[in-house]
């Protein structure tokens, strides 16, 4: 039988393990990308490893999350990241080249490798045939450092894709589709493996928009075969000696199958406050909106700008809205500048924002108090977008286009003969100028740290027993946004632990990081899904500052659970979830024989206010029992 492509590149790139559905396996990485709100402290953790130079074949520090120059702090970041990657062998983009996944797919990608990236929708690389995945950034670090990188072998769900679009309907609403069937944790475990007739239809930007936002599913990553269209992109690049062919022949086994009509495939849009929640645009038609953005590594390509600049030709955005575009790279904004595209969005009334993540992680453009904004990025958390109340609906760029001009949800259709024939250019603008290469030798380059940037917390070895106190109790779907709040004043602190994580949980419990203080040792209670969304490890290290030991949870997210794993944070699933339910914030919790126990996967866990017992079990491999008893990644190195 053949082989999916899926198991194929895992075979490839198999270091150790057993390629068995939920056994660990170890993977030989290429490539690996980092972005400065995750990358600062991924290469603080690199430093500490001691090794001159990195080992992978390619590895790329971009700047595209913390842009605004508002104090000394992102400024003097980008200088480290500058400086460290000139001494450790790392290229650089510099701010405004534009959003990593956009970026890396554009200029680096290459069919069949293996991508490590610090940043959850890595995945994006998929859409060329990349074994893309998102990781914290210590797993980048090692993998920098030549170390496999390690995760549980998933199964494969094939996507069979079948027919074509309408023209007004986009990738964007595949991938809300599949969310809706799926769910933010219907992917959790899985590969999702895209085939049939339909795919071919798909530019290599589309498959893109889909892989990215496979992400949101809980998948480890998402793929498509290296064919014809890839070839297509390449070459567009000036990168055709980079093509594979990578397709997926007739009777591959897979563990799962979806079918999707793309002819049958409606406008669709995700409401507040989840991307899963997803319906019909007829079903909303009309709803009033105050703020459109467009773009983002999700929908910031030169094929879905000029989709938004044909619709948006000879008319006017709604006075009642404010409208913003971000590309996702200087390339389409070059490109949409030279082919008058632009100044066609620009004479609209559509405000240019820079190339960067910008409004989709919260810095900058953020909508009224209690606004009601549609927005083509990944993400619809609550208060991700920088205001609390407002209201994030998710929809294509067409959609929001549409939208921009009547001042309501309104879909593409009557704009659909302006949409047809719009085909990837035969050649993309190549510019590389803002991409710096390393030096070609670290000998004598100074690394300068700023004043923010502070070192690792403090590792301790697992002890024997555990007595903790229950400092917070949350729901399902815990994100890791509700954990370390991604708003600019807060994310600036990345490379300051000490600081960031006075704003554990801020969002939801303002006293968190103040009762940590009181309580000390402390174990986080949590229902479905914890830890779902980013890949910034901030999230486990900022806990783990404040004394937390435990986090109890019915399920947790795949990242976030490796990350606990990583600082030393002991994650543990409820046997019975209605225990669960036994538990207040202030009960003391108490474990005894905690390694054995966790050696039997057999943990129990004693509620002094209760008197109740649970049993406990973990997803654990041997690998990371022994990382948890050592204190952390880390430290089980040696290298604290």
Known sequence: MTENLTRRLIREHL?????????????????????????????????????????????????DHNCVQIGYRNADDHVFLQTLAAKYGIYL???????????????????????????????????????????????????????????????VVNVRLHGRLKPWVSAKDIILEILRRLSVKGGVGNVLEFSGEGVDSLTVPQRATICNMGAETGAATSIFPSDNRTYEFLKAQGRENCYRELTTGTGCQYDQVMDISLEEVEALVAQPHMPDRVVPVRELKGMKIDQVFIGSCTNGSYTDLVNVAKILKGRTVHPDI?????????????????????????????????????????????PSTGGVSLRTNNRNFEGR?????????LVSPETAAMSALTGCLTDAQEAADRLRDVQIPEYFYCDDRMVIPPADSGDGLVVIKGPNIKGLP?????????????????????????????????????SNIPAISRFVFHGIDPG???????????????????????????????????????????????????????????????????DYEDICQGDVIEMEHVADNLERNEIQAKNQRSGHTYKLHHTLSGRQIETIKAGGLLRQAGLE
Not at 34 to 42: F, K, R, S
Not at 93 to 112: A, W, Y
Not at 113 to 129: M, R, V
């Open 15 to 63: 270091v150790s393990g057993d390629m068995k559905a939920g056994q660990e396996i170890a993977l030989k990485i290429d490539q690996t990308l980092t972005q400065d709100a995750t990358g600062t402290m991924a290469y603080l953790e690199f430093e500490s490893i001691g090794i001159p130079r990195v080992k992978t074949e390619l590895s790329v520090s971009y700047i």
């Open 93 to 155: 983009s510099k701010p405004g080249n534009g959003i990593c996944h956009q970026v890396h797919l554009e200029r680096f990608g290459i069919p069949g490798k293996t991508l490590l990236g610090s940043d959850s929708h890595t995945p994006t690389g998929g859409a060329i045939g990349m074994l893309a995945i998102g990781a914290g950034g210590l797993d980048v670090a090692m993998a920098m450092a030549g170390k496999p990188f390690y995760v549980k072998m998933p199964q």
């Open 322 to 366: 404010e409208a913003a575009v971000s590309c996702g790279s200087k390339q389409v904004m070059h490109m949409l500048a030279t082919n008058g595209y632009l100044a066609d969005l620009i004479a609209s009334g559509v405000r240019v924002l820079e190339c960067v993540c910008g409004p989709c992680a919260g810095n900058g453009y953020s």
């Open 385 to 393: 977008c920088g205001t609390k109340d407002a209201k994030i609906y």
């Open 458 to 494: 403090q590792f301790l070895p697992l002890p024997e027993r555990i007595s903790v106190r229950t400092v917070i109790k949350v729901g399902d779907n815990i994100t890791t946004d509700h954990i370390i709040p991604a708003n600019p004043d807060i994310v600036q602190m990345r």
């Open 512 to 578: 968190f990081a103040d009762r940590c203080d009181v309580f000390g040792p402390s174990v986080i209670v949590a229902s479905q899904n914890y830890g779902q969304g980013s890949s910034r490890e901030h999230a486990a290290l900022g806990p783990k500052y404040l004394g937390v030991k435990v986090v109890m949870a019915k399920s947790f997210a795949r990242i976030h659970s490796q990350n606990l794993v990583n600082f030393g944070i002991l994650p543990l699933e409820f046997t019975d979830e209605q």
